[in-house]
């Protein structure tokens, strides 16, 4: 049954960012200092070099620290990537993680999903603030963790009646089909929670991320967890090899990146982020991803790349031909494989010649998700400029909106802590530190381009109902929007389910006990519509 507002508790107090954040190397590389060098000095000799060969004597070792310094210097740092280190981190904030950990393409990450896992209120990052300050911020995040609850309880009954529906077969009274009533349920839920809420999870980088982190962890939005987190990174790798640490640089100062200085130059008064908000949001229209630019000749020049790869000439094979060779289920079996094999045939590799780019507006929890998509990157905002005290701007979830008493209810807890975070602004608080205390459902605005290759790939993942609604919405947008700049490739782009159909691999949906209940693959893309 679903968890109760009256049976969860704030804590009563808390210092500094309480709990701790806690940072443990789970897995590495041994000796990864001299084994970059022995991967530089390899370039230049005639048989391999080892670890051992640059640590032999005292000799090899001056060597070895004059190339170190030498290449990193002259920016040759490759030879760090061999290096990996795999942490856990825990008590880290839903912020920390979209502004730092996620707002870049080179680690990998498994993360504790607020979709499936019902959060704890105890499970707040609070920031480092004093008096009156603290006892507002706990105030707050108390009420929006109280509001997801409550909001757990008023969105069950229309989320039970729905699965009834696709699910006539199951009893939603059974313990396992009850939990995945409370899972949509908590699903929309979440958007009220602060973004303070803890995450953990398994983080995976390189040696070379792990020198970026450094260099930039005192840069927007959350300098203050990102240096405490990023350090303590740091120290775990110096208790294995205290030399790959001496080399990092030291983290740049907020005030001397150029993100700072911009900030500091246009937004004197909130008059700038008016502007931006209002001129943003008149050129999105009712687009949730706007198509801003592609590439004219996108389905051209990708035709003729099929037939480069093939060595055929366009009397043998015409443009359309050529499309659908490589974008067909029918005609390609890679595209329903299990694997994204987009990088590596040779023929899907042509899919890197068509480019997209989206101007995008979704909540912070949906580009949490949305920017895990790494080879569709954007341009994620500073935050502090896209938010003003007097204006709550938040995204609304399709079953709130079908919900009138979980609509009110939740404009009216959106509301509260638009006036928390003035109230917080008021007493003298950071904007960094106040910023902790919006909703995951504030609203994230941003550019994002990508190849086809990699919008193909994020299309035909999140166009599955069980993709979070969001993003499983936005690539209807965009899809709708391609489909009339290039037809013959949107023709082929749909759920997985109807790649399988397509190909003739069953199960069509590959999705297990998960599956929607929907026969999606019967469904052309401009029908497809859901609830949850």
């Known amino acids: 049954m679903p968890v109760t507002a009256e049976s969860r508790t704030m804590p009563a107090s808390a210092t500094g960012f309480a709990p701790e954040p806690m940072v443990r190397l789970l897995n590495s590389f041994s000796d990864p200092y001299n084994n970059a060098v022995a991967a530089a000095r390899t370039c230049y000799s005639p048989t391999v070099v080892l670890p051992e060969d640059v640590d032999r004597d005292e000799k090899s070792r001056a060597q070895r620290d004059a190339i170190a310094a030498g290449t990193y210097l002259a920016g040759h740092h490759t030879t760090l990537q061999h290096a990996t280190f795999q942490f856990v981190l825990e008590n880290v904030s839903r912020q920390f993680i979209w502004s730092f950990l996620h707002s870049h393409p080179f680690y990998n990450s498994e993360q504790v999903s607020q979709r499936y896992v019902t959060v704890s209120p105890e499970r707040l990052a609070v920031p480092p603030l004093e008096g009156r300050a603290r006892t507002l911020f706990l105030e707050s995040a108390s009420r929006s963790m109280g509001a997801y609850f409550k909001l757990i309880e008023v969105l069950t009954p229309a989320v039970r009646a729905e699965y009834v529906r696709l699910f006539p077969g199951r009893n939603p009274d059974d313990k396992k089909w009850a939990r995945a009533v409370q899972k949509k349920a908590q699903e929309v839920a979440r958007y009220v929670l602060p973004v303070a809420t803890h995450a953990h999870l398994y ?76 001129e943003f949001d008149r050129d999105l229209g009712t687009w949730t991803s706007k198509l801003v630019d592609w590439k004219a000749n996108g389905e051209a020049v990708f035709a003729q790349s099929v037939r480069t790869v093939l060595g055929i000439p366009k009397a043998r094979l015409s443009d359309d031909d050529a499309i659908n060779l490589v974008l067909d289920p029918a005609k390609n079996g890679y595209l329903s494989d299990s694997l994204n094999l987009s990088g590596h045939a040779k023929l899907l590799r042509t899919l890197a010649h068509p480019h997209f780019t989206f101007r995008k507006k979704i909540s912070h929890t949906a580009d949490s998700q949305d920017q895990r998509h790494r080879m569709t990157p954007g341009s994620r905002p500073v935050l502090s400029a896209h938010v003003l005290p ?110 399988r159909q397509a190909a003739g691999v069953r199960p069509f949906c590959p999705e297990g006990d998960r599956y929607c209940g929907v026969l999606v693959w019967k469904l052309a893309v401009e029908e497809y519509k859901r609830l949850i």
């Open 203 to 278: 983080h995976t980088i390189s040696g070379l991320t792990l020198h970026r982190y450094r260099r930039l962890c005192l840069a927007f939005d959350a300098p203050f967890e990102q240096r405490q987190v990023t350090e303590k990174m740091v120290d775990e790798v110096r208790k294995i090899d205290p030399l790959f640490v001496d080399q990092m640089e030291d983290p740049l100062p907020l005030e001397k990146t150029p993100e700072y200085e911009a900030f500091a130059s246009f937004h004197k008064s909130p008059d700038a982020t008016r502007a931006f908000l209002d």
């Open 390 to 499: 007097d204006r709550p701007d938040y995204v609304t979830p399709i079953l709130i909106d079908a919900v009138p008493a979980a609509k009110a209810f939740y404009d009216e807890t959106m509301a509260a802590v638009w006036r928390d975070y003035a109230a917080l602004l008021n007493e003298g608080v950071s904007t960094e530190f106040a910023i902790y205390l919006l909703p995951n459902a504030v609203s994230i605005r941003f550019e994002e381009s990508g190849d086809l290759a990699a919008f193909h790939h994020k299309w035909t993942k999140r166009l599955c109902y069980t993709a979070q609604e969001e993003i499983w919405k936005t690539s209807q947008d965009e899809w709708r929007q391609v489909n009339t700049v290039a037809p013959r490739i949107a023709r082929h782009v749909a759920a997985p389910c109807t790649l």
